[in-house]
């Protein structure tokens, strides 16, 4: 269940705390690489500093499912699903790692996409931090009931239920400066599909 929920989703928060114990939440794209979580943001930023340092950590993905419905507040709720993996991030540095690091990044946010992309530059590598969170400690936590109304709320006239909530792509939208010509490639239009 751990790796369906990682695979599903697409933006992960990474908590950690500054020198001063300010915990801070970041929003990260992330992707799986069977056993390690890949992030990665910018060289300049102190927070990705000091995870790279071995700052302790929580990330966590929460995918929402759909709303439960039920015929009073108290009852209603949520259907999702949600990970947590805790530890320490070690710094992704090797030349050839990294390169697969942002192809395993790129290829879960959008798939089949990187062989199409012209290939990174030395001053963009440079200017990225890659960290990898080793899955070792983790927790999961999934809620897909119906709603648990008391009793005596049953026989009330108000619709009880779930109303399911899908993530789904819209239809491509081309950059204004796109050559005259070009379409989206077959992907990119499955994706939508």
Known sequence: MLDTILDAGRVGHLATSDEDGQPYVLPVAYARDHDRIIVHGSTGSRLLRSLAAGQPTCFTVTLLDGLVLARSAFESSMRYRSAMVLGSCQLIADDDDTLRALEVLTEHLMPR????????????????????????EWSVKVSDGWPEDEPDDVGLPIWAGVLPLQHVFGAPMNAPDLAAGLQPPDYVRHWSA
């Open 113 to 136: 996409r990187w062989a199409d992309l012209r290939p990174p530059l030395r001053k963009e590598i440079a200017a990225t931090r890659l960290l990898a969170l080793p899955i070792a």
